[in-house]
Nanobody, 122 residues
Framework: VQLQACGGGLVQAGGSLRLSCAAS????????IGWFRQAPGKEREFVAA????????YYADSVKGRFTISRDTAENTVSLLMNSLKPMDTAVYYC????????????????WGQGTQVTVSS
């Protein structure tokens, strides 16, 4: 599976951004696509994930109610809509894929895209 993330940028606090992850290489019917982020000096942390087949979702508490993950099976893309952004959301955001079930540990994801920078100014 090849993943390519895009959509990052600079936004003011309270603003919105939509990240997109384009997937290719093999069928995704058994996969989970997740978004992670890594701020400078911090470990990579789970943000949200979605199952490709059923569309089940799971969110980190820190983004619940503000971020929405969705997938477009026709376009083979997963989006992360980020609303009410805060300076603490500033990080490099990565999309990743793994088989079967949603997991929050980064080391359980086997495929990674390149990161996209999100910067939220106060």
């Amino acid at each position: 599976v090849q993943l390519q993330a895009c959509g990052g940028g600079l936004v003011q606090a309270g603003g919105s951004l939509r990240l997109s992850c384009a997937a290719s290489g093999r069928t995704l019917s058994s996969h989970v696509i997740g978004w992670f982020r890594q701020a400078p000096g911090k470990e990579r942390e789970f943000v949200a994930a979605i199952t490709w087949s059923g569309g089940s979702t799971y969110y980190a508490d820190s983004v619940k109610g503000r971020f929405t993950i969705s997938r477009d099976t026709a376009e083979n893309t997963v989006s992360l809509l980020m609303n009410s952004l805060k300076p603490m959301d500033t990080a490099v955001y990565y999309c990743a894929a793994r088989l079967r079930s949603i997991a929050v540990a980064a080391n359980l994801y086997h495929y990674w895209g390149q990161g996209t920078q999100v910067t939220v100014s106060s």
